[in-house]
């Protein structure tokens, strides 16, 4: 896939630009005249999108909507507020595209898979230690992998909101935050979560000296565990040869799969961020202080 993980690495090691589509000027997608989704997008313009979206499976059932009927209704989602759905309407009907690319795409298309929403809320959060910046993109490719923007998300390991935090973790943020009572139930808040999720990982990047993949790594596994990994890679015979970055073979060499697969998962939406914004990516190629 041209924008997956490998082929961006490749892309950078011979030089070459990142993969791009002939971008179409922006406009908004006219759903094709449909009562059947009338009452669909009446419901979305209402905010009423828990009855709209359980409406909508009944006309999935019923029909086979064309591509520019899913992109107006999720262009109306993400209007009326609601990301997430918007963002999982996308995934859902156009994986391949997000992977692998399209002539003739829109550009607002790729607005939507890769959702900016929250962008002044990071922007705001980041700006909290000017001595310690941190790429927005990054934090906005957290989100999307960990929540997919989903600001009620909940894990089964009790995680909570945009950037799935512990409560615990969360505690230990709000006690140096000076945060009076808190309440794992504030996680909800998607400006709280954002400005916890932030300085959580800052503490990692300062933890690792700067290091993208280790923060990113401790982000999902805690620092412990990435610590221990580091230190077990560094006492490897790993050959230095050849052109694999020492960082792209720590990621090969992280035992947990889930962990290694969301390294890699983040990464490629950090970069896909950038490259949907045209803008430069510090992950050139996994270097230390990227």
């Known amino acids: 896939f041209p924008h997956g993980y490998y082929c961006q690495n490749t ?26 989704l009338d009452k669909v997008q009446e419901m979305i313009i209402l905010g009423l999108t828990n009855d709209a979206m359980m409406v909508l499976q009944t006309v999935l059932r019923d029909n086979v909507l064309d591509p520019g009927q899913y992109l ?17 309407l996308i995934k859902r009907r156009f994986a391949n595209i997000i992977r692998g690319g399209h002539d003739g795409v829109p550009s607002l298309f790729w607005d939507l898979a890769y959702p900016k929403t929250y962008m002044p809320v990071i922007r705001d959060a980041i700006a ?17 992998e960990e929540s997919s923007f989903d600001t009620n998300a909940r894990s089964k390991t009790g995680a909570l909101g945009l950037m799935q935090l512990i409560p615990q973790t969360a505690d230990q943020i709000a006690r140096s935050r000076a945060v009076k009572s808190f ?27 700067g290091n993208l993949v280790s923060s990113i790594a401790g982000y999902n596994a805690g620092p412990v565990a990435v610590a221990r990994w ?61």
Request: glycine share 6%.
């Open 11 to 36: 892309r950078l090691y011979l030089g070459m630009p990142p993969s791009g589509e002939i971008r179409l000027p922006e406009q908004g997608f006219q759903a094709p005249t449909d009562r059947s």
């Open 72 to 88: 107006a209704l999720s262009q109306q989602l993400q209007s009326a507020g609601d990301t997430y759905r918007s963002l999982r």
């Open 128 to 144: 909290e230690n000017q001595t310690d910046p941190i790429d927005p993109y990054v934090i906005a490719a957290l989100i999307r």
């Open 183 to 209: 309440d794992p139930g504030m996680l909800l808040d998607p400006h709280l979560n954002i400005q916890f999720g932030v300085s959580y990982f800052r503490s990692l990047l300062t933890q690792f000296d």
């Open 230 to 290: 580091r230190l077990e890679m560094a006492e490897s015979p790993w050959d230095k040869g050849g052109n694999v970055s020492d960082e792209e073979k720590f990621v090969e060499s992280i035992p947990y799969k889930e962990t290694r697969n969301y390294v890699k998962r983040v990464l490629q939406t950090y970069r896909e961020y950038h490259r949907v914004n045209g803008t430069d990516c510090r992950v050139s190629f996994l270097d230390k202080h990227c």
